[in-house]
C-alpha cells in the first residue's frame, strides 16, 4: 500500500497561505487502470487522440509552453521515492507548482497553465474521465514530437491524487555529479538508473532557461542549446565540448555526466548514434511517467498505444478553426 503525503487541493495558484498548515497522512494506491478510468480501451484511445490533438492546437516555443510541458512530465513522475513507496506520476506537480515555494519547479507555471485550460475543454468535448496525471504525462510525449522527436507509444489510466504535495527535496539539482544523477534515479524507482541519468537529461536540450542562476552550475538565461527547437542527440555534443558553445546555458550537471566515470561511454555512445539515443529516450521516458503506478492489465512499464501519433505533424499551433480529427466526435476547440 503506497503512503502519501497529502494536504488540502490547491489547484489554480494564489492563496498559498491557505494550505500550508495541514500535513496528512493516508494511504493510496496508484495502478494503472485504463479501462476502470476511461470504461474502455477503445475510449481510451479516442482520449489519447484527443490529448495528442490539444497540444498541437495549444503548445508552442513561441510562449514557451511546449519545452515546458515536456519538463512538467519529469516534475510530475520523477517524484517518486521507491524506499518509501511516495509520489509519481499523480497529477500533484499542478499543486506544487501552484503552492509556489518548490524551488525545483520554478517556472513550471507556464505549463501549469496550460493544462489547467486544456484538460477541462478535452473533458467537455471528448473525453469525460481524462484525468491530469495522463495528460500531463502525454502532453510530454506530443511535446517531443513537436520538437521533432519521434511518437512515444503511452498508456493511459494514471490517477489523479489532486490532493497530494509529493516530496521534492533532493530533486536532481543543476549542481548534481554524475553519481548524485544516478542516485536519484535510483531512488525515483528507475531501473537502470545509469541509464536514464544519461538518457533523461537530454531533454535540457530543447527550450530556454527562464529563471535567474541563484548559484554558480546555472549559467544564466537563455537558450540551453544552439537547436533548443529541435529535440534530438546534439544535446551530448553540446555537453561534452563546453568550450566549443560557450553562450549556451546547459547546466553543470549535463556537463559532468559528459565526464562521469559510469557515465561517459553511454554518453559518448548516445553523442554519435542517433538511433541508439532516440530507442532509449523512448524506453526511458515510458518507463519514468509510469513511476509511481503499478502497470494492469497485461501492460508493462514500455508498452503503449500511439493513437494519434504523428497525425497532426505538419498541424499550425494554436489554430482556432481546426477540423475534428475523432471517429464520430465533435471538433475540439472550436
Known amino acids: 500500500m503506497q503512503v502519501c503525503k497529502v494536504r488540502p487541493s490547491l489547484i489554480t495558484r494564489g492563496a498559498v497561505a491557505l494550505i500550508l498548515s495541514t500535513l496528512l497522512l493516508v494511504q493510496c494506491r496508484n495502478t494503472l487502470q485504463p479501462s476502470g478510468i476511461y470504461g474502455t480501451y477503445t475510449h481510451a484511445k479516442e482520449c489519447m487522440r484527443a490529448i495528442r490533438l490539444a497540444a498541437y492546437q495549444n ?47 520554478a517556472g513550471l507555471n507556464i505549463c501549469h497553465d496550460k493544462v489547467l485550460d486544456i484538460v477541462p475543454r478535452i473533458r467537455a ?8 496525471a495522463d495528460a500531463i504525462a502525454v502532453l510530454g510525449a506530443a511535446a517531443a514530437e513537436m520538437a521533432g522527436f519521434q511518437s512515444i507509444p503511452m498508456l493511459l489510466g494514471r ?36 541509464k536514464a541519468a544519461v ?17 554558480n552550475c546555472k549559467l544564466g538565461t537563455g537558450p540551453m542549446t544552439p ?29 559532468l555526466l559528459a565526464n562521469g566515470s559510469a557515465t561517459s561511454g553511454l554518453f559518448e555512445t548516445y553523442r554519435t ?3 541508439a539515443w532516440a530507442a532509449a529516450f523512448t ?42 480529427v475523432f471517429r464520430g466526435l465533435p471538433d475540439l476547440f472550436p
Open 273 to 275: 548514434d542517433q538511433s
Open 125 to 132: 468535448d471528448a473525453c469525460p474521465e481524462l484525468t491530469y
Open 199 to 215: 538518457t533523461l537529461s537530454s531533454a535540457h536540450g530543447v527550450g530556454t532557461v527562464r529563471v535567474s542562476p541563484v548559484n
Open 283 to 324: 524506453q526511458q521516458f515510458q518507463e519514468m511517467t509510469m513511476l509511481g503506478v503499478q502497470p494492469s492489465g497485461g501492460y508493462g512499464v514500455n508498452d503503449g498505444w500511439c493513437d494519434g501519433c504523428g497525425e497532426y505533424r505538419g498541424l499550425a499551433v494554436r489554430s482556432s478553426s481546426l477540423p475534428g
Open 59 to 105: 503548445l508552442a516555443f513561441s510562449d514557451g509552453s511546449l519545452p515546458n510541458c515536456l519538463r512538467m512530465a519529469f516534475h510530475d513522475a520523477a517524484t517518486y521515492r521507491r524506499s518509501r513507496d511516495t509520489g509519481g506520476a499523480n497529477g500533484s506537480v499542478l499543486n506544487e507548482v501552484a503552492a509556489g515555494n518548490y524551488s525545483a519547479h
Open 227 to 255: 537547436s533548443s527547437r529541435t529535440f534530438d542527440n546534439h544535446y551530448y555534443d553540446v555537453a561534452a565540448n563546453p568550450s566549443a558553445y560557450p553562450r549556451q546555458r546547459l547546466l553543470f550537471s549535463d556537463r
Open 159 to 194: 490517477p489523479d491524487n489532486l490532493t497530494a504535495f509529493d516530496d521534492v527535496d533532493g530533486f536532481v539539482g543543476e549542481c548534481f555529479d554524475s553519481d548524485a544523477q544516478i542516485k536519484f534515479w535510483a531512488e525515483a524507482g528507475m531501473s537502470d538508473p545509469t
